[in-house]
């Protein structure tokens, strides 16, 4: 196994070869194994990564770091780090997780990464450890909205629709699939004012949701970049009602607001 050509992609050397083994062995090969250098290098990156969002985003709240912050460590993105590196190729797995295919597993992965930043904290210290989580996630940073990254897709769609003042979008369950152990949500998502009625699936009605909103947030970028801002700007008021729609002219009207909200619908109501 070239050790070397991992060590390259890290921008590491070791001085202790015995420390790469080790982060490198999950605990069903050996018993000298690497979840111990794991609870390390998870403090470390959180850490340095804490620093650099710290330091970038001089504007943003400790909410908002916060919320980088989990998005950055999270298993995923970790996982993404270690494919990059084609860690995989490196894994030391006992006989069973190589016929699963351990190697493959994004929670091996991501915890082999962050126990190779521990070993290389004890083989060189705190600013090469820093270095090294520096060179995986500057690039990342700066190809990424810090103001949308780590939300979910109901969460961009509510904020996208309030910001051009559009009601928020309704849900709703259209069918169920499959048996009650392994049932699969298909959910409507309506955004009545731009048009926007599309359909996701999911494991669960929240999964199902967060697919829906996914694609209606893609549909209503989409429908507002085609709408003519001049012709919008030009058009009588009552064509504008008319065109818009019952629902637009209820939401002016003041006598027509208790109705809707007894109603349950508030900002729901369609558009």
């Not at 520096?134 to 990342?140: D, G, N």
């Not at 169920?176 to 731009?194: D, N």
């Amino acid at each position: 196994m070239n050790h070397q050509l991992l060590q390259t992609r890290l921008g590491h050397t070791f001085q202790d070869a015995g420390l790469l083994q080790q982060a490198l062995t999950h605990r069903s090969h050996s018993s000298l194994h690497n979840e111990r250098l794991e609870f390390l290098g998870d403090s470390i990156l959180n850490c340095v990564v804490a620093s650099i969002l710290y330091e970038r985003y001089n504007t943003i709240d400790e909410g908002d770091l916060s919320r980088l912050r989990a998005n950055l460590v999270k298993q995923q993105s970790l996982y993404e780090i270690a494919q990059k590196l084609e860690l995989s190729q490196f894994l030391r797995l006992g006989e069973g997780e190589l016929k699963s295919g351990g190697f493959r597993r994004p929670s091996i992965l991501a915890d082999t990464l962050e126990a190779l930043l521990g070993a290389i904290f004890l083989d060189a210290g705190f600013d090469s450890a820093a270095r090294v989580i520096r060179a995986f996630y500057i690039p990342i940073l700066d190809t990424v909205d810090p103001q949308t990254l780590g939300k979910d897709a109901k969460t961009l769609l509510q904020e996208f629709l309030q910001g051009k003042k559009i009601s928020l979008p309704l849900y709703n369950v259209v069918a169920t699939h499959g048996a009650a152990h392994s049932q699969e949500f298909e959910i409507e998502c309506l955004v009545p004012k731009l048009g926007v009625q599309v359909y996701g699936r999911g494991g669960s009605r929240r999964a199902g949701e967060q697919a829906a909103a996914k694609l209606a947030l893609e549909a209503a970028e989409q429908a507002l970049q085609k709408a003519p801002a001049a012709a919008r700007k030009t058009k009588p008021r009552a064509a504008q009602l008319k065109l818009a729609g019952i629902a637009t002219v209820q939401s002016e009207t003041p006598a027509e607001k208790p109705v809707r909200a007894a109603a349950g619908e508030g900002k729901h109501a369609k558009q």
